[in-house]
T-cell receptor
């Protein structure tokens, strides 16, 4: 079974803090994704990575950066957290041979 | 541009059938997916259908695809309270080098005991 894990289920940070969200997958998947999910807006893609050290902007990259130093790990970084980044963050991965994405359990981030 | 539309809410009584509908715009999509998200959890793949099929059945789930109208539906027979969740429709991307699924905004299914 594919497993995608995220470092925290719940996180509370203060405005202006630097925040790291970690995602790890155990199936040697090439592609990894970060989404945020907000009520009424569905899933919006922040960034994705198609290989180690490779990244592409998604639909809403502003205020975020990412890092992929190892194939199994994809990090989302909020350089200076703001209250409008309070959201549920979902990580996903997929192989290069299938479009199906496997999701982690999500991190609910609150910025106060 | 690409878009996937779903109604936001559906409420059914326990034991009834639920039908969740989705329309998509990209006629060249090869696969269409249904994902389920239970409260506080990530998305879990429920089922998918290849674009050359018009129906797929898997236990209580039936997926119908009308490619001409670009309409996809998910029918859940004998709906249970454990089926209460948000259901997302998604289509495959097109174009070389494209990696993203396009998701609808999700339909929240509430099952009344």
């Amino acid at each position: 079974d594919v497993k995608v894990t995220q470092s925290s289920r719940y996180l509370v940070k203060r405005t202006g803090e630097k925040v790291f969200l970690e995602c790890v997958q155990d199936m040697d998947h090439e592609n990894m994704f970060w989404y945020r999910q907000d009520p009424g807006l569905g899933l919006r893609l922040i960034y994705f990575s198609y290989d180690v050290k490779m990244k592409e902007k998604g639909d809403i990259p502003e205020g975020y950066s990412v890092s992929r130093e190892k194939k199994e790990r994809f990090s989302l970084i909020l350089e200076s957290a703001s209250t409008n980044q309070t959201s549920m963050y979902l990580c996903a991965s997929r192989t290069g041979f299938s479009y199906e994405q496997y999701f982690g359990p999500g991190t609910r981030l609150t910025v106060t | 541009g690409e878009d996937v539309e779903q109604s936001l809410f559906l409420s059914v009584r326990e034991g009834d059938s639920s039908v969740i509908n989705c329309t998509y715009t990209d006629s060249s999509s090869t696969y269409l997916y249904w994902y389920k998200q239970e409260p506080g959890a990530g998305l879990q793949l429920l089922t998918y259908i290849f674009s050359n099929m018009d129906m797929k059945q898997d236990q209580r789930l039936t997926v119908l695809l009308n490619k001409k109208d670009k309409h996809l539906s998910l029918r859940i027979a004998d709906t249970q309270t454990g089926d209460s969740a948000i259901y997302f429709c998604a289509e495959t991307p097109t174009g070389a080098g494209s990696y993203q699924l396009t998701f609808g905004k999700g339909t929240k299914l509430s099952v009344i005991p």
